[in-house]
């Protein structure tokens, strides 16, 4: 693991400066993409990018960790709207590359499989970024006794339904249900860059990258990734 310690609002440049880099390396890159607060200062540096012609979206393929069941995809919370405002809809990717888990899938149990499939025929993601919640979760993998390994529908916990309702009008609005990739989805990565940033996350952290390795706090299993990169402004 690559751990990189930056001051206060920084991880954003740090984090679009490795990104972009990795971009650039290959031919037809795979990335894996995440929402929330966390990324949104690394999205702004690589839209910057994009724009002055230092880095080319044309060829890259993106595969979001989840999305809601439940929201319509033009629904300004779904993740779908969401990283088009904060990244597609200013950068020069071809939108027929862009893919999201469909939440309102008529068979979600099929939906799943499929989303699986297609990250394998794309050739596997290249580079996924993570954010982490304050339980541990990664992508919308809650802390369990079991690990689900491969995309699948997960009951969001209480405080992760509490922690985003601040981007609705009311808990009651946040749906109850994701679909998110698995912890193995997410291993399978080839590299994995995990962002965190913002207030109350120094000790879910250490917990994540020192402590044991259970699901209980899912994101501790990325200690088993040999090509994990850390980039955070806590105080760890
Ligand atoms: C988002 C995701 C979540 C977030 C996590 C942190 O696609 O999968 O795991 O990364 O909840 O969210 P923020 O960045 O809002 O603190």
Redesign the pocket.
């Known amino acids: 693991m690559e751990l990189i310690k930056v001051k206060k609002g920084h991880e954003g440049n740090v984090a679009a400066v490795l990104f972009a880099d990795e971009i650039k390396a290959l031919a037809r890159p795979v990335i894996g993409l ?6 949104v200062r690394m999205y702004d540096y690589l839209i910057k990018r994009n724009q002055s012609g230092e880095l080319d979206f044309s060829k890259v393929c993106s595969f ?3 999305e809601y069941c439940g929201l319509p995809k033009v629904h300004p919370q779904s ?1 779908y709207s969401f990283m088009q405002e904060h990244l597609f809809k200013y950068v020069n990717i071809d939108q027929r590359n862009v893919f999201f888990p469909n939440g309102n899938a008529v068979s979600l149990a099929e939906e799943c499989s499929q989303y699986e499939s297609m990250i394998q025929e794309a050739g596997g993601i290249d580079i996924q970024l ?4 304050h339980n541990g ?4 993998n809650e802390p369990s006794d079991i690990i689900a390994k491969e995309t699948h529908v997960q009951v969001l916990a209480d405080s ?1 339904r509490t ?1 985003n309702a601040r981007f609705f009008t009311s808990i009651e609005e946040v749906p109850t249900h994701a679909i ?1 990739m698995g912890i193995k989805t997410i291993l399978n990565a080839r590299k994995i860059m995990l962002l965190c940033c ?1 207030e109350g996350k120094a000790e879910i952290l250490k917990q994540a990258l020192y402590g044991d390795v259970t699901p209980r706090v899912p994101a501790s299993l990325l200690q088993l990734h040999p090509q994990l990169t850390v980039i955070t402004d806590q105080n760890i």
């Open positions: 995440a929402t929330g607060s966390t990324p979001n960790l989840d993740y993570l954010g982490i919640g979760h990664i992508g919308f992760t922690a998110t913002g």
